[in-house]
């Protein structure tokens, strides 16, 4: 390990991986969506935050310890003579009961902080101000209800800002994770079984978030964005989401309508008050949303063009299998009412 | 009943002539001669070449991974695919990889480290090896068969039920995966039994070279978790094939039930996968320093340590599942605390490198290599048992960077190191060092280049096992960086390729016997080792018994070389030391195995029951196969039988030499029988 003989050289090494690191941390103040290292978004991200930075410099203290003691080593201990006779030394008693002790020692500190907030952060919140929210995960989208407000969509998480969300998590098939970054580490989303936790804003804001564990195919497109709003702007939602669109009676959109239902997508999907489908996203407030498939498309007429024309062909599905939305094989002129139909569903 | 156990009747049939097909195969050399052998060395190269070409496998899908996550939304890969690969890529380099070419070091160091002529059940050891190869073909013959596995290495129910996965390709990693585990088991078991009654006269245990010590660690650790994923494998197999509900919440199953068997599994994995590397780079650091391995008990004790405390960590995978503040705070304190015998370890070889004479030999930079890489994959785990931040972490490229820095910075580092150092004894020609040079710093820019900037990825909020990503992540120029690396590890096999199958072999055969001056009994035989191994078996004094033939210590612990005098010439006739023969029925019994997976897999019962037949009758023939054949000269010890466990000078079963029995002398009748019974 001859590494960088002169000063000088070993400088500007240091320089530049410093200017790489603060570059990569620089970068995410703004463009990081889903970073964990800095700027967390709510008390509960926060905590872990200020839980983990003291770990991260006792282990950047190792690491340069032994880095050191390895360069070093390597340096001044090199063979300069094949005649070198080196000392036999089989071992110090002293020395190795310190490098045990030392670092056992460390760690029960850490240990002690660790669980300190491990009970900490289980503590499930109660009381009227708490907002409840139900997630199910589905192959490959969530489901989001309220059961104080008996609101269902999907894959968006209107939260108010500053009040604590009490969240129960289950499954309708396999494993995944619900995991929003900024504002809390993930929790696994399991069939039979009810997970709990606890998400929190400081202030409104969009917060990226996504499956974290493997869930098949299309695991990779399984994202979600939790919008955290103010107090008024998360009462004038529920109330929104709580006044069903009225089915439009006249145009392409009535005729989407019809087709929704003679084409069977009223099979798996609930619009309030028109169908009763359980296996797809709840579409009563379609248009209210900003994306749709899984939080990976923006809503807007050319993309859902593309995605009635072959939905498996823009998302990884698996529909012989019972997996995912199906090719319904739709013409142009069904697909121009379709789409007028799900735009009234505001 | 009497009459048929008269004694009389037995002694008046004549002997009868052995038919054709129980004769012993007789080739020791060529195809039949590498197909039929029972030879420690023979298997242990088969091991490591077979693992190496399995290593090029995996390298190439991991190529396919980093291609397909170059740049956000990426189209290299379709997603189904990408989940093979991932997959495969995982299973690939640790039960095809990782784990048979450390076999392959076992296989073909114990015997010589501890001064025997072969492990204690040669024809099991071949068996372990052809079980291996079927294992390693069968799970990769789904590529070209409709699919490969495609659940993850890890195959978390219910996802790999067959409602959710209702291909043939998570069939294959089941039965594959139970076809691998029968020879991991297998050999652990063979290696155990030969490193606690075969070892030299006079090599107690605490004079077993500390790479000995970590073998016989990792195997009991084999031997032990190898059956609950086998546990675990039956429980889904149930469930694919014939309906049952081990992991069905619907039927009252519990998908947590399969974490918890692959966990209590996976774990003891991971020191599997990285403690005989640990011995290697044990035995490296000290030959390379000229000084003895600091604290030599206390690395004994650590391995055993780590041993122990690795079935204790299980659910620090399962910190997200939300077992409860209980239960994650005991896996949380016993994670902290496994770093504390990791941690002794680190600091010893710093300990052992001090003070030294250090030469930077090519397998002296894998190993300082392994020190700096191992230790910032230790530090890593110690921050995932952080348990409320592990939320934050787990099943990121956090995770991803963290156990490629233990299994690639820390395995492959020292395995590379081990193929450097070891082989001239095995092929009898060094490799060439500057080509080794290198290999060694493409290998670590382009390992650091790769791993090093997943920490960030992971933090930065990237999911593992995604087959894309969103742009918007920020992610993508540092998963450019990683895609450049992990070509830079290309490049860097190619170079060590290039040494190994062009440079190298342009030297003659002829290494010396110890060209590193090394101190373990291996470096006292010719370069490559003759079959018989020892022409007399040696009797240990010490630990590092050869270093103290050549040197000793001044009062001041000065190295002070002796002057050695040549050993006379044995009289022994390497002709006369009889060697175990060799033998077809491993390779038939073997071949049973993937004939039942397939019949299996594709609900063809009765190709099932033929396997299973096969099988038996491989095993049936192996069982009753003469020791040698019939009317040598050298045999008159009638039909094999256990007598198998016989080694050369070891003494019975379970007894191997106490800490203060006198080492034997070796009387000529000592050292030319050899295993019998084989």
Known sequence: ?346 | MATVLEPTTIEATPVPREPALMRRPKATTGFWGWVTTVDHKKIGILYGVTAFIFFLVGGSEALLIRLQLAQPNGTILSADAYNQVFTMHGTTMIFLVVMPITTAFFNYLIPLMIGARDVAFPRLNAFSYWTFLCGALFINSSFVLGGAPNGGWFGYAPNTSITFSPGHNIDFWVFGLQILGIASTVGSINFIITILNMRAPGMTLMKMPIFIWMALVTSFLMMFAMPIITVALFLLMFDRLFGANFFNPAAGGDPLLWQHLFWLFGHPEVYILILPAMGMVSEILPVFSRKPLFGYPVMVISGVAIGFMGWGVWVHHMFATGLGPVAVSAFSISTMFIAVPTGVKIFNWIGTMWGGSIKFTTAMLFAVGFVAMFTIGGLSGVTHAVSPHDRQQTDTYYVVAHFHYVLFGGALFGIMGGTYYWYPKVFGRLLDEGLGKIHFWLWFIGFNLTFGPMHLIGLQGMPRRIYTYDKALGVGWLNMMSTIGAFIIMVSVLVFLYNALVVTRRQPVGAPNDPWDGRTLEWTLPSPVPDYNFLEVPVVHSLDDFWHQKYTEDDSGRLVKLSVSEAPPSDIDPHSIHLPSPSYFPLVAATGLPIMAYGMTYRVWLVAIFGAVWLLGGLYAWALEPSAEPHDPDDDHGPADAAELVGATAPALGAGPGPDAEPAEPTATDATPSQEGE
Not at chain 1, 44 to 72: D, K
Request: hydrophobic share 45%; charged share 20%.
């Open chain 1, 1 to 346: 390990m001859r590494l960088s003989p002169t000063p000088a050289r070993r400088a500007r090494l240091g320089a530049a991986v410093l200017a790489l690191l603060l570059l990569a941390t620089g970068c995410a103040r703004e463009t990081m969506p889903q970073d964990v290292l800095s700027h967390p978004q709510g008390p509960i991200a926060r905590r872990l935050e200020h839980l983990i930075n003291p770990v991260f410099l006792i282990a950047a203290f190792f690491f340069v310890l032994v880095q050191g003691l390895v360069i070093y080593a390597a340096i001044r201990f090199r063979r300069r003579s094949d005649d070198e006779a080196p000392v036999q030394v089989h071992g110090s008693a002293k020395l190795e009961l310190t490098w045990t002790v030392v670092p056992a020692v460390l760690l029960l500190g850490v240990g002690i902080f660790t669980l300190a907030n491990l009970f900490f952060l289980d503590q499930q919140p109660k009381g009227p101000d708490v907002v409840q929210v139900d997630v199910i995960g589905h192959q490959w989208w969530w489901e989001f209800k309220y059961p104080q407000y008996k609101i269902t969509t999907a894959n968006e998480l209107h939260i108010p800002a500053g009040k604590k969300v009490a969240i129960k998590m289950t499954s309708t098939d396999v494993i995944h994770s619900f995991w929003p970054p900024k504002l809390a580490g993930k929790v696994d989303v399991i069939p039979g079984r009810t997970n709990h936790m606890v998400i929190e804003a400081d202030a409104p804001g969009n917060f990226f978030g996504q499956c974290a564990e493997f869930c098949g195919l299309s695991h990779a497109n399984m994202r979600l964005r939790v919008i955290a709003d103010s107090q008024a702007d998360f009462d004038t939602w529920v109330a929104d989401q709580t006044t069903a669109a009225a089915l439009p009676v006249t145009g392409d959109a009535a005729a989407g309508a019809a087709l929704f239902r003679s084409k069977g997508c009223s099979g798996c999907h609930t619009v309030d008050g028109y169908s009763a489908g359980l296996v797809g996203p709840n579409l009563t407030h379609f248009n209210s949303r900003a994306r749709f498939a899984g939080y990976i498309f923006d809503n807007n007429d050319e993309m859902l063009r593309k995605w009635l024309r072959n939905p498996p062909a823009m998302k990884p599905m698996n529909p012989n299998k019972g997996l995912g939305m199906p090719n319904l094989h739709l013409s142009e002129d069904e697909i121009t009412k379709l789409i007028a139909y799900l735009d009234s569903l505001k």
